[in-house]
């Protein structure tokens, strides 16, 4: 079974800086994974994702590295605003085919003005 | 085109009674998978359809069940519902081999 792990329930950073969000999975069976964000009040939002053909992937400001080997990836943002303030979400595949996802716990971003 | 919708939007029942969530995927989306998000929890998986077809299922009780029509639209039902059951219910849809996931604005659902 696949385990995906977030230790870090909150991280607060301030404007402009850098934000890196981290994930730990246990099962490299599929190796692709997703990012998403979620408001209050609002489903996840797809954010970006990483495939094992890659090691990183950039999306505007937004950048997943993975590695394969210790079995983590990360999510930075840079600069960080106030507008992405909310909790993000790491997925993981899992099932015959990897299709569908266990998510760890959620981090809650704060960035401060 | 129109995204994941799931109604109803809010909702609150009591003990014992049971609940009827519904949910529509994107246009053209076949897989449609359940999720339940409580504070602390994440979002824990509660089963995924295809076709009409349970393909998975996570570690919930059997109070906990689902289906799904001809046209892709899927239900979530739970009967003889606890306190611990309030939650936000979270559906989203996938086309087909693709990866990526959308998600409804969920049902909230209370328990009292």
């Known amino acids: 079974d696949q385990q995906v792990k977030q230790n870090s329930p909150s991280l607060s950073v301030q404007e402009g800086r850098i934000s890196i969000l981290n994930c730990d999975y246990t099962?490299?069976?599929?190796?692709?994974f997703l990012w998403y964000k979620k408001y209050p009040a609002e489903g996840p939002t797809f954010l970006i994702s990483?495939?094992?053909?890659?090691d990183k992937n950039e999306d505007g400001r937004f950048t997943v590295f993975l590695n394969k080997s210790a079995k983590h990836l990360s999510l930075h943002i840079v600069p960080s605003q106030p507008g992405d303030s909310a909790v993000y979400f790491c997925?993981?595949?899992?099932?015959?085919?990897?299709?569908?996802?266990?998510f760890g716990p959620g981090t809650r971003l704060s960035v401060l003005p | 085109k129109a995204g994941v919708t799931q109604t109803p939007r809010y909702l609150i029942k009591t003990r014992g009674q049971q609940v009827t969530l519904s949910c529509s995927p994107i246009?053209?989306?076949?897989?449609v998978s359940w999720y339940q998000q409580t504070p602390g929890q994440g979002l824990q998986f509660l089963f995924e359809?295809?076709?009409?077809?349970?393909?998975n299922k996570g570690n919930f009780p059997g109070r906990f069940s689902g289906r799904q029509f001809s046209n892709s639209r899927s239900e979530m039902n739970v009967s003889t519902l606890e306190l611990g059951d309030s939650a936000l219910y979270l559906c989203?849809?996938?086309?087909?081999?693709?990866?990526?996931?959308?998600f409804g604005q969920g049902t909230r659902l209370t328990v009292v």
């Open positions: 246009s053209g989306h076949r897989s």
């Open positions: 099962n490299s069976m599929f190796d692709y």
């Open positions: 359809y295809f076709s009409e077809t349970q393909r």
């Open positions: 997925a993981a595949p899992q099932g015959n085919y990897g299709q569908n996802f266990v």
């Open positions: 990483i495939s094992s053909i890659k």
């Open positions: 989203a849809s996938r086309k087909t081999g693709n990866t990526e996931a959308f």
